[in-house]
């Protein structure tokens, strides 16, 4: 941008997961291992202990979701069957049998277990949440009727009803923004009135304008336009 790089759209969006939170670690060997990839199917509330976004739509859009939410946290709430079903299982890296919750504890995220959701309210109301708010939250949820101005769940509306009950506290993490550098189709980095940078390519996640709130792979852009920047550097050396 000192250059006069022009950026694209989408520059507040971005592909992510949510992990635990808090932690006391976390490097990039750690994000696989705390993303808690089963946000579609929990209910998510924020610290009024209000939902906020449909769950659903994936943890990618809920991950944005959650950023935009005071303190930038939320509280994953689930039963033993999510735990059961979606908690446990093959890492998607290695394929080896993990609990996430377990993971979690590890690397110091708050997390809370209860026999009822009475209970599981009063310990929400410990770490500063609306307890009452949040169990008014769980019976819209259970029955599919939901406020006005609440958003509506579309898929996968099964009812938090097997104890015990859980609720995780979880944060966004970013893998890359969706938007960045302007470039051409040659990888040509774009200046304010779309001219070419001499001597600047950009390609991968440092480029942008591909995708706005969701996404179709990272490494796709790094194959398709690492290749293309190669192929620009050689014919201009």
Avoid at 12 to 40: A, E, I, K, M, R
Wanted: overall charge negative; glycine content about 10%; proline content about 5%.
């Amino acid at each position: 941008m000192k250059v006069g790089a022009a950026q694209t759209h989408s520059m507040d969006g971005f592909y992510g997961h949510l992990v635990c939170s808090p932690v006391s670690h976390f490097t990039p060997s750690d994000y696989t291992l705390l993303s808690q990839y089963y946000s579609n199917y929990a209910m998510l509330i924020n610290w009024n202990g209000d939902r906020f976004t449909d769950e659903s739509a994936g943890d990618q859009f809920n991950v944005q979701a959650v950023l935009r939410q005071p303190r930038s946290r939320a509280v994953a709430i689930l039963d033993e069957q999510i735990r059961r079903q979606r908690v446990v299982g093959p890492d998607v890296e290695t394929g080896a049998i993990q609990d996430k919750f377990e993971e979690a504890t590890k690397a110091g995220a708050r997390l809370a277990s209860a026999a009822s959701t009475t209970e599981l309210a009063r310990e929400l109301r410990s770490w500063g949440i609306d307890g009452d708010t949040f169990l008014r939250t769980l019976a819209r949820f259970n029955t599919g009727v939901f406020l006005p101005d609440e958003p509506p769940r579309l898929r996968w509306g099964k009812p938090i009803s097997e104890p015990p009950f859980y609720a995780l506290e979880v944060q966004p993490a970013i893998t890359f923004t969706h938007g960045g550098l302007k470039i051409d189709a040659d990888t040509h980095v774009l200046d304010l009135l779309d001219h070419p940078i001499p001597g600047l390519l950009a390609a991968g996640a440092d480029a942008g304008g591909l995708y706005n709130k969701a996404y179709a792979g990272g490494l796709g852009m790094g194959i398709v336009f690492g290749r293309r920047a190669w192929a620009t550097a050689k014919s201009a050396s």
